[in-house]
């Protein structure tokens, strides 16, 4: 019903999954709902570091519209989750169940790779996806609210009854059967599968959903109908368009490299940073400590969600990387200068990611640090822009089209600077194995991984004092809807 409802007052449906896609209020609407089902695809699909990322960024984005709405400023001396808690307070009913600071809050202790978010869900019973699902699913209430606002000034108030309702349908897993599409829509954007014939299908999915809602004729029954189909459709549609982006990208390569393009070369990057990844989780079981074990761990994960929504072609790819960089940092602290390493972990206020990259001697990174940290959150100081400008600058080689490369260089840089950590590690225990791995997975020898890691630090150095320029959102938000 929502897309219907957006549909026919002139939403389109874009092709890009960040924020900068809300250029006016339609499209913000729109990338609500898109945004919620990003957030339960990356939750499925095992992606925990950018589905936390993606769950916090919903929350940081549609807590800026109650704000705004309701006349909410953040007060001097009021921290971010206080600042959260309260403007949720608008809406007593949500409130009195829900306190969305201490959500953003447990979500960036994950992100952190601290244990705060596990802790606290111990005595619930419930796991870190289920918290995710709550969270959004709490989120998507504001959405639901804003596009019913909508439509009722646009004369479609008699279609907006079932905005928030559930279908009468159990939803456990004993009840219904996950469809091969389903999974199959949540395979990497890689060349072999944005070209098979399950890809085909799901794009063709997506074009029939699009028509069905923008089919006027069709409201009564999206209004009156509730069913797990429906869902499914709209979860299949936004599954379609990205591959429909994917496409275009990978036949824009073709036509830029023309019979230089290789797809197996993404092939062979890919096997790369699966393999660095694994060895990460690999020696976080062998870590002398839980924080190493934690940072480690999160490394891991962080490095294989950023790899899977760089082909997703999203900025989240950043936000992972900023995490990826932030637990490398914190592994290698741990390492090389355990004793102060500790002392940081045991501070009454959690540490910042820049103590962590200076105790591990990555000050110079501040520079890598300071962009990516603009992608990790959604607020009103969001100087994206800038920060893009700053990593094509930042690039070993830019080549001619730097813009089109500053994603996939920077996380082949964080990718490696993992590595060159972990090789490090089995040096010391297993010295056959770190050859092996650098033979096989990285194809750099030791002395190579060390020249690259000063090159990096050399060129983020020679960036310190970039400007990342004005924020993004001038005026934030210049309509609004309330959730009824």
């Not at 092939?267 to 934690?294: K, M, P, T, W």
């Not at 206020?349 to 992608?375: D, I, K």
Request: aromatic share 8%; glycine share 8%.
């Amino acid at each position: 019903m929502a897309d219907y409802l957006l549909s026919h007052t002139g939403a389109g449906w874009p092709h890009c999954k960040d924020v900068v896609v809300s250029v006016d209020w339609l499209s913000s609407m729109r990338w609500g709902l898109d945004h919620f089902v990003f957030v339960m695809c990356l939750i499925r699909g095992g992606r925990l570091t950018a589905a936390t990322l993606s769950a916090r960024m919903f929350l940081e984005r549609w807590t800026l519209n109650v704000a705004h709405h309701h006349g909410v400023e953040q007060r001097e001396g009021e921290t971010d989750a206080e600042f959260i808690t309260r403007t949720w307070q608008v809406y007593p009913d949500i409130s009195d169940e829900h306190d969305m600071g201490t959500y953003w809050k447990l979500m960036s202790e994950h992100l952190h790779g601290r244990a705060a978010l596990e802790n606290a869900l111990l005595a619930d019973g419930i796991s870190v996806p289920q918290f995710l699902v709550n969270v959004a699913e709490v989120t998507l209430l504001q959405v639901l609210g804003s596009i019913g606002f909508h439509a009722e000034a646009n004369g479609l108030g008699n279609l907006t009854t079932t905005l928030f309702k559930s279908s009468a349908e159990p939803r456990d897993h004993s009840s219904w059967t996950e469809d091969s599409l389903i999974v199959n829509s949540l395979y990497q954007m890689d060349f072999q599968f944005t070209f098979s014939e399950i890809a085909s299908e799901l794009s063709r999915i997506g074009e029939r959903y699009r028509q069905l809602v923008g089919d006027r004729g069709s409201g009564p029954m999206w209004r009156d109908t509730l069913s797990l189909e429906q869902a499914r459709l709209a979860f299949l549609e936004r599954r379609g368009r990205a591959i429909d982006t994917a496409r275009a990208s990978f036949e824009h390569e073709i036509e830029y490299f023309g019979d230089d393009f290789e797809p197996g070369t993404l092939n062979a990057r890919l096997f790369r940073y699966i393999g660095i990844a694994e060895l990460a989780r690999l020696v976080a079981g062998e870590a002398a400590s839980d924080y190493e074990r934690q940072a480690l761990s999160s490394a891991a994960d962080a490095l294989d969600s950023a790899w899977y929504v760089w082909l997703e072609d999203t900025d989240l790819s950043l936000g992972c990387l900023r995490v990826l960089l932030e637990q490398t940092s914190r592994a290698r602290a741990h390492r090389l200068k355990g004793n102060r390493a500790e002392t940081l972990e045991n501070l009454a206020v959690a540490a910042a990611p820049t103590r962590w990259l200076e105790l591990a001697g990555y000050r110079r990174l501040a520079s890598y640090n300071r962009a990516l940290g603009q992608f990790a959150h959604i607020r009103e100081t969001l100087r994206l822009p800038g920060a893009r400008t700053l990593l094509e600058r930042l690039q070993a080689d830019p080549g001619d089209d730097p813009q089109f490369t500053a994603r996939g260089d920077a996380l082949n840089e964080a990718a490696y600077l993992l590595a060159h950590e972990l090789g490090a590690r089995v040096d010391a225990s297993r010295p056959w194995l770190a050859d092996l791995f650098r033979d096989q997975v990285t194809l750099k020898p030791s002395k190579d991984h060390e020249s690259s890691l000063v090159d990096m630090l050399e060129r983020s150095l020679g960036h310190r004092d970039s400007d990342l320029g004005p924020n993004v959102f001038h005026d934030p938000l210049s309509e609004d809807g309330e959730r009824e």
